[in-house]
């Protein structure tokens, strides 16, 4: 199949995701073994420099798909326009900074800070390219559809979070600029683009009138709005910032349920298109549901956030959300690239990494569980906690394990398509 200028552009920035999603799997899982006890790469390489390449490398990723996936939802693929070099050359800048990204990340040079691991210099580029993309899709765009103006709101969030995570800040202010920084890059922004493509693909696999879905996209990207606000009252907390986040507990759940009431009506309309792309979006419901429903709403308790800031069961609530934006990223692959739905390795990635995530989820949270009860109720040591608890971690490695097969199998998959 001959691509178009754009189109080509565009499946290059989702190629850009798929090929960070397996790095990002390879860091994880790495990091996941350090946790098994010996580990004879623990002094050359620490789990604070792994993490960090994990976090540098699964942003670029996530975003690389809301782009590509931006582009073509958006009818950019099928137009000319005046500034398609310009697009064509910020793709290449951003292969660059990819590039650079995982250089840094091998060599240890990326910043320390929770969630803002890229470096002053890389996030200054990071958010000019952002920027970039943006110029070029808000001058060009054929029709300011609900898919199209949410994405945009999606992006222009994730400028604006990357620009106050630049900020300078003093020592006291500087967590909470952070905490600011990271919510609205990463939650708002990157949730609110992920929520767009969500929408087009229920265009794409159910006979739900156009006006429905866009009509139920403002509802839910409105209601994930509100639930980032109560996501990011919950580190705030930690900080010192007394604001009430009792809502959560309820605000929470309640939000990710209506949110699924939105998407629900779409598979049992399934149009005639035999697509994986239903699946997808479901694994992603189930993530967001325990990441944010359950693992959220119970975070949202003071006294309970207080215990449980640093350990485990922090890590999985973000870990469950953006792993829920990738699955869902993955449906729009499947949507676009391999529309008819055959059972290829794309099916049996899809299951090794839905089994993956059950993995990481159980493993994870039980460990976090035992943890907060051995170090934050009995006071055990945290050396002699992290022992106690390798069994729970081998589980999280097994996840991870499966899912960075599955991720393969995907790879492999979209790359045949591709040629």
């Known amino acids: 199949m001959q691509l178009s200028f754009n189109q080509t552009t565009a499946y290059q920035f989702i190629a850009h995701f ?95 800070r929770a969630g803002l691991a890229l470096p002053p210099i890389l996030a200054l580029a990071f958010a000019l390219l952002i920027a970039l993309v943006l110029f070029v899709v808000v001058r060009v765009i054929p029709r300011w559809s609900g898919t199209a103006f949410v994405w945009a709101v999606g992006m222009t969030a994730i400028l604006i979070g990357t620009v106050i995570g630049l900020l300078p800040a003093d020592a006291a202010h500087s967590p909470l600029l952070g905490v600011i920084a990271v919510s609205l890059r990463d939650h708002l922004g990157i949730g609110l683009g992920v929520i767009a493509l969500i929408f087009w693909q229920m265009g794409r696999f159910s006979t739900l009138a156009t006006d429905r879905i866009e009509r139920d996209l403002y509802r839910t990207a409105g209601l994930w709005s509100l639930g980032v606000m109560l996501l990011t009252l919950q580190p705030l907390y930690a900080l010192g910032v007394t604001t009430p986040m009792i809502a959560g507990v309820v605000g929470l759940p309640l939000i990710v349920a209506i949110f699924a009431a939105h998407i629900f009506p779409a598979f049992g309309a399934r149009s005639q298109a035999r697509s994986q792309s239903p699946l997808w979006v479901g694994l992603a419901l189930s993530l967001l549901f325990v990441g944010v429903g359950i693992v959220g709403a119970i975070n949202a308790l003071p006294d309970v956030n207080l215990m449980i800031a640093g350990t485990r069961l922090t890590d999985l609530a973000r870990t469950l959300v953006l792993l829920a934006f990738a699955a869902a990223l993955f449906g729009m692959v499947t949507a676009e690239i391999r529309p008819e739905g ?62 960075a097969l599955g991720l393969v199998g995907f790879a492999l998959d979209f790359w045949t398509r591709r040629a």
């Not at 006071?379 to 991870?400: D, F, M, N």
């Open 18 to 112: 798929v090929a960070l999603m397996l790095v990002y799997a390879a860091a994880a899982l790495l990091g996941a073994v350090k946790f098994l006890g010996a580990d004879p790469l623990a002094a050359s390489l620490p789990y604070s420099q792994v993490a960090q390449f994990a976090d540098a490398v699964l942003l670029l990723a996530l975003i690389s798909g809301v782009i590509g996936g931006g582009l073509i939802s958006s009818d950019l693929v099928n137009i000319s326009f005046p500034d398609e070099r310009l697009l064509r050359y910020t793709r290449r800048a951003w292969t660059l900074l990819c590039l650079l990204t995982v250089v840094a990340g091998i060599l240890g040079l990326l910043a320390g």
């Open 342 to 403: 055959r059972h290829t390795l794309g099916a049996a990635a899809f299951w090794l990494i839905g089994v993956g995530a059950l993995g990481i989820t159980l493993g994870l949270g039980a460990a976090g569980i035992v943890q907060v009860y051995l170090e934050r109720l009995l006071s055990v040591g945290y050396l002699e906690t992290q022992t106690l608890i390798i069994p729970l971690y081998t589980l999280w490695v097994i996840g991870w394990l499966a899912a």
